[in-house]
T-cell receptor, first 116, second 113 residues
């Protein structure tokens, strides 16, 4: 079975542009989460979606948005890019919803976004 | 609020030596704790997790961790380091709502021959 797949793997944008990152979860997984990992830091939570509904949001500005499609794939959109948005964006999937689940997250290899 | 602190941003060991990576947590509810490993240019791979029950947790690749409530710690150990263990290691705890993992800043493990 395929793992979590993300596209593209690398992306270069300029300040002020918009970007869309895509994620396909493991087959059968209904939850997708997005994390931002700045160089030298641990991943920071951006969003969680379960059954196409937003179930959690981290401390990120409104320039960041996401959605989940009926096939459970997901897109992360970032508007008005800033230099500080340069990071590795990780997608993770699981079969768990909200609550204090002990289900583990399966991570993709990420999209490396560079903003110039 | 939940948080984790990883002590030591960089740990260096010789091949065959004991590996000890330290993690302390803060949680207002019984914590669910995790250790992940990240190899260069890759995503995160789960090493092990603690939810409830046995406090000594065994994971993949010979790693294990012990949950110590009295010390609010969840340190990761491996008896004998291999060159292939060189990577970035992250300790994490679930937030109270169970919607997100809160990660530490990571510890880079270097293994020399």
């Amino acid at each position: 079975d395929a793992g979590v797949t993300q596209s593209p793997t690398h992306l270069i944008k300029t300040r002020g542009q918009h970007v869309t990152l895509r994620c396909s979860p493991i087959s059968g997984h209904k939850s997708v989460s997005w994390y931002q990992q700045v160089l030298g830091q641990g991943p920071q939570f951006i969003f969680q979606y379960y059954e196409k509904e937003e179930r959690g949001r981290g401390n990120f500005p409104d320039r960041f948005s996401a959605r989940q499609f009926p096939n459970y794939s997901s897109e992360l959109n970032v508007n008005a890019l800033l230099l500080g948005d340069s990071a590795l964006y990780l997608c993770a999937s699981s079969n768990a919803g909200t609550g204090r689940s002990n289900e583990k997250l399966f991570f993709g290899s990420g999209t490396q976004l560079s903003v110039l | 609020a939940q948080s984790v602190t990883q002590l030591g941003s960089h740990v260096s060991v010789s091949e065959g030596a004991l590996v000890l990576l330290r993690c302390n947590y803060s949680s207002s509810v019984p914590p669910y704790l995790f250790w992940y490993v990240q190899y260069p240019n890759q995503g995160l791979q789960l090493l092990l997790k603690y939810t409830t029950g046995a406090t000594l947790v065994k994971g993949i690749n010979g790693f294990e961790a012990e949950f110590k409530k009295s010390e609010t710690s969840f340190h990761l150990t491996k008896p004998s380091a291999h060159m292939s263990d060189a990577a970035e290691y992250f300790c994490a705890v679930y937030n109270q709502a169970g919607t997100a993992l809160i990660f530490g800043k990571g510890t880079t493990l270097s293994v020399s021959s």
